[in-house]
């Protein structure tokens, strides 16, 4: 049995002793009794101690020693621990949850987070309870930059609160701008975290990297604007990846994978508009309605030699005119 399941039993019988109204004050060796009578264990006076000292740090129980009557009470005759607002398997889902959560650590919104569960377990922090290290069992992917985080939470606001924003925005190989933005969704792609809204500076809606965001300041002019064109649900439906193209239509892509590249393509597909036929070969032809975008391209290339572009004739003699450039750094 995990120690710390074993000591919340310890606690709990220890709270029925100082709550038992027939046997007031009980004594150490009382409580020892009764934990080693319940739980069939043995156990020793100074681990009782430990435990009270636990209850008293986790969940400020007010036990108080009576010298008179030489046994343990609650100072506050109605306090019991079992009363603490969750069940102990909520408090481990919740313990786990932070883990997939530490995905945006680094903005004050993980930490406001954590500080509203930390109130609802009565101020101590769920890890502390359950005993459980969250980072042991659960591993998310986290940005290798960073410094972006702490954008999260005015957008989220703003989002929220329908406010308008000051954005300071900097391209890869560009000047900063200053966009009036408008934000609408926040947005994760290959463990960076993009956030969608309408510049008034551009007079369209865009989605900014926020790694690439310098500054943000609610805006003293003009108001939060919201392009009724706009479907956070539908936004992204033909994006491969976080790149849409407004002014372009999604193009039909064929794309023909290997027999040892087709258990990965079905188990995991690459586009949710993907469709798989697959042939007596063992190869498999997929089609999927995207934008031909960079992200695309950047994904067959992975493929190496697993993968052959069916069409469009665009996108074949893009990825042939690429491959050829590859083969040439290797033969001049």
């Not at 300041?217 to 491969?240: I, L, M, Q, V």
Request: proline share 5%; charged share 25%; net charge neutral.
């Amino acid at each position: 049995m995990p120690a710390n399941k074993s000591a919340m039993m310890r606690y709990n019988i220890i709270d029925d002793c100082l709550r038992n109204s027939m046997r007031p004050y009980p004594s150490l060796e009382q409580i020892r009794d009764r934990i080693q009578s319940r739980l069939d264990i043995s156990i020793s006076e100074s681990m009782i101690n430990k435990d009270i000292g636990e209850m008293k740090r986790l969940y400020q129980a007010p036990i108080s020693y009576d010298r008179i009557r030489k046994g343990y009470c609650y100072k506050e005759p109605d306090f019991s621990i079992r009363k603490f607002p969750l069940r102990e398997d909520e408090i481990l889902a919740l313990d786990q949850s932070i883990a997939v959560l530490r995905q945006i650590r680094g903005s004050s919104l993980f930490a406001h987070f954590e500080s509203a569960i930390n109130k609802i377990i009565q101020g101590y922090r769920i890890s502390e309870i359950t005993g459980g290290n969250d980072r042991s069992y659960i591993q998310v992917e986290e940005p290798l930059v960073s410094g972006s985080n702490e954008w999260i939470e005015p957008l989220l606001q703003g989002i929220v609160e329908q406010t308008l924003l000051t954005v300071d925005y900097k391209g890869f190989g560009k000047e900063s701008k200053r966009h009036p933005f408008s934000p609408y969704l926040l947005k994760q792609y290959r463990n960076r975290w993009y956030v969608v809204g309408h510049s008034k500076r551009g007079n369209r809606t865009m989605v900014l990297a926020l790694d690439r965001i310098t500054a943000i300041e609610p805006s003293k002019k003009g108001e939060h604007f919201r392009d009724p064109a706009f479907d956070p649900e539908r936004y992204f439906t033909h994006s491969f990846g976080i790149t849409h193209l407004s002014d372009q239509e999604p193009e039909e892509v064929q794309l023909l994978f290997t027999e040892g590249q087709a258990p990965y393509i079905l188990s995991q597909p690459l586009h949710h508009s993907q469709e798989a036929v697959k042939l007596d070969s063992g190869d498999i032809k997929v089609t999927l309605q995207v934008f031909v975008t960079q992200e695309l391209v950047m994904t067959i290339l992975s493929y190496g030699v697993g993968v052959k572009v069916l069409s469009p004739a665009s996108l074949v003699d893009r990825i042939q005119d690429i491959s050829e450039a590859m083969a040439r750094q290797y033969t001049e």
